[in-house]
């Protein structure tokens, strides 16, 4: 492979770009109306304009970004995360027009992308499932019947649904009826697709997933587990690697999991297997996700490995350069996502200019951004600005880093979830380890932000005052 396309934009871009170059790769970026100045357009060797600013007339066109790849004879095309990274039509396309798309081949894509699908074909595998039933259900006593089986409450999920949409908790038998009928009747117009299935509802969980590798040689392997319970409506917020509760024995046992589940699907490329774990530790396959997730960096700090670079060499039909004896996790990674939204106003998006932007900086710190210092943040796109990472060697570390790097983070112009994330490290619970997915609607109010922001203002006043008071040479304090 001598070139390669990047169909994306922001942190992803960047990120993805830095490693093609290190392997002496040239780059394309893509780009549209509203991002001509952006950093991924810069740094790239090509870029071309694909269209206008909304997202379906520029990053979601497919075609022309195919267009594109064939006329400056690119070899293969990056999709990223989010836009058309798990498009299986997208995939195939590519594949057609002779170029190689840097992920899995679209049959895994497609089974992946239905709930119902996944679970069918891991069926043989013997992969740990939450109780309930696996198959499409319209029969409202069929329903009756298993929830009645696997105990209430139950949840209903819909089978194209995804990130927690089209899910419906039924506390009690009387409330099933009109609880399904809702649930089909949302699938069907946010989905096109009403199939939805029933399972059991694990009232605690924790949301530990695995990343995997696979090449074209048959070789899978797991590069470890990533916690994500902290999250809020659904979108993560904050990220760990390791998970604070895994034994070695269930790491290792949800490790061989997750590879089976690759192998159910004859998967290449990167992915990551979502498990929930109940308060008892028992571990069920919730989904798998066929692409680069936005938290691969912590799983990148505690294994040395680059997983853009593995991705690359499979899909350039390379056998993985190492075996899983070979893998090992050194040290302790968190990251936090820093959006342009305001944790004071029910995380609205706050998009505006970047009046001041500067990035902290020192060992064990590593931002992957997508933004420089005056710049306006597009309103057409997911706000995340960037991803800031700390690593240290214990847990502890990682976390005290974190909360100084978000210190040392100077943003003017928009809010942002970096006060967000002060909260989240400082807190007792997120600290001892002893949290899970309901973490935000426990604890988090915005009074505790105001809270946190007025002692910090307090203690900015006082050193401001005593730094005043010993200019003026009105005050001494006892010194040594
Ligand atoms: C569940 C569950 C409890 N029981 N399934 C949410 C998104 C989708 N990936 C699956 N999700 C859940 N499925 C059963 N049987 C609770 C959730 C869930 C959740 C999962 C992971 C991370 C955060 C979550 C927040 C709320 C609910």
């Known amino acids: 492979m001598k070139k390669i396309l990047i169909a994306n934009r922001g942190e992803i871009a960047v990120r993805v770009m830095k490693t093609v170059k290190k392997m002496g790769i040239q780059t394309v970026a893509v780009f549209s109306e509203a991002d001509r100045n952006a950093p991924h357009v810069l740094l790239a060797d090509e870029a071309v304009c694909i269209g206008e600013a909304p997202s379906n007339k520029s990053y979601l066109r497919g075609d022309k970004i195919i267009e594109v790849a064939k006329e400056l004879n690119v070899d293969g095309i990056h999709p990223g995360y989010g836009f058309l990274s798990e498009n299986a039509e997208f995939a195939e396309a590519v594949e057609n027009s002779g170029i190689t798309f840097i992920g899995p081949k679209s049959k895994a894509i497609k089974i992946m992308g239905s709930k119902l699908a996944a679970k069918e074909t891991v069926k043989e595998y013997d992969i740990p499932m939450v109780p309930g039933i696996d198959e499409a259900i319209t029969d409202v006593d069929k329903a009756k019947e298993i929830a009645s089986e696997v105990g209430y409450p139950i949840l209903i999920k819909a089978s194209a649904g995804g990130g927690g949409k089209g899910m419906r908790i039924v506390e009690k038998e009387e409330d099933l009826e009109s609880g399904m009928k809702r649930a089909i009747s949302e699938a069907t117009s946010a989905f096109g697709d009403g199939s939805v299935f029933v399972e059991k509802y694990v009232k605690s969980p924790r949301h530990i997933e695995v990343q995997v590798m696979a090449d074209t040689h048959g070789n899978v392997l797991h590069f470890f587990e990533r916690e994500c319970s902290v999250q809020r409506r659904h979108q993560k917020v904050v990220e760990e690697a390791p998970s604070s509760i895994l034994t070695p024995e269930l790491r290792k046992k949800m490790g061989e999991a997750a590879c089976k589940v690759a192998k159910s699907c004859d998967y290449v490329g990167a992915g990551t297997v979502e498990f929930l774990m109940d308060a008892d530790h028992n571990f069920y396959f919730l989904e798998m996700n066929t692409r680069l997730q936005v938290e691969h960096p912590v799983t990148e700090l505690i294994t ?146 105001k809270e946190q922001t007025a002692a910090e203002a307090e203690v900015a006043a006082m050193i401001a005052l005593y730094q005043y008071l010993e200019d003026k040479k009105l005050v001494r304090l006892p010194s040594n």
């Open 304 to 449: 040395g490995v680059d997983l853009v670079e593995l991705q690359i060499k499979v899909a350039r039909g390379e056998a993985l350069p190492m075996k899983q004896e070979d893998l090992a996790i050194n040290g302790h990674a968190v990251e936090l996502r820093v959006y342009a939204e305001d944790p004071l106003n029910d995380f609205l998006p706050s998009v505006g200019n970047l009046e001041t932007y500067q990035l902290p900086m020192g060992e064990g710190v590593r931002v992957d951004n997508g933004f420089r210092e005056g710049m306006d943040i597009p309103i057409y796109y997911d706000p995340m600005l960037s991803k800031l990472i700390t690593y240290g060697k214990t847990r502890e570390e990682a976390i005290e880093l974190m909360l100084e790097a978000i210190q040392n983070y100077k943003i003017k112009g928009v809010q942002t979830t970096l006060p967000f994330g002060s909260f989240v490290f400082a807190h007792e619970a997120f600290r001892s380890g002893n949290f899970d997915t309901h973490f935000v609607k426990t604890y988090y109010s915005p009074e505790k932000i």
